[in-house]
């Protein structure tokens, strides 16, 4: 039965990842207020190779409405603002000459309805994921099955499958529901 706990750890750990993930995901999705982390995964050309913001300037932000971007080289601004523009952010870099300025404006109905769609999308790809999970975990279990593993222990593990996946599945149900509120609360 050894193996059978090797497949049921195997499966959780990766469902423990899918939430992890998801989780990393929904928080580069801005609420409203200004959070450095919203640049998290912006790629900026450093010297012809992608380089993550954090590592090319220093974020930071002095109030809720601003986020403020300090290079480390001047040489890196218009990179900067570049990689600001063309993202999927919807912020308007202002530059004076030292600095990048991100003025986050309040959301819109209409930009807040398109964020919960988003997180719905996220939430749903982290579903998939333990749904994949579980398939892998199952394929595995049938595999110990043919190879003389009694029924009874087999069908087990498989309710246990199925039990962490009910579990994490809620996970992000709860990820989902926490940030859609916080998303369309004004």
Do not use: C
Request: net charge negative.
């Amino acid at each position: 039965m050894e193996e059978i706990e090797i497949y049921l750890d195997a499966a959780r750990e990766m469902m423990e990842k899918a939430v992890a993930h998801t989780k990393l995901e929904l928080s580069k999705i801005r609420a409203g207020k200004a959070m450095p982390s919203m640049l998290d995964g912006l790629m900026v050309e450093y010297y012809g190779a992608p380089t993550p913001i954090n590592q090319v300037a220093s974020v930071s932000t002095p109030d809720a409405r601003t986020i403020f971007v300090k290079p480390w080289e001047k040489a890196m601004i218009g990179a900067i603002e570049k990689a600001i523009i063309n993202s999927d952010l919807g912020l308007n870099p202002q530059n004076d000459g030292e600095n990048i300025i991100l003025n986050v404006p309040q959301l819109t109905e209409e930009r807040r309805a398109q964020l919960a769609r988003q997180v719905k999308a996220t939430t749903e790809e982290g579903k998939i994921s333990i749904r994949n999970a579980r398939k892998e975990a199952n394929d595995d279990l049938k595999k110990l099955l043919k190879d003389g593993v009694s029924e009874d222990a087999v069908k087990g593990a498989e309710d246990d499958v199925q039990g962490l996946t009910d579990k994490f599945t809620k996970k992000m149900d709860e990820l989902h529901e926490h940030k859609e509120k916080e998303i369309m609360t004004v």
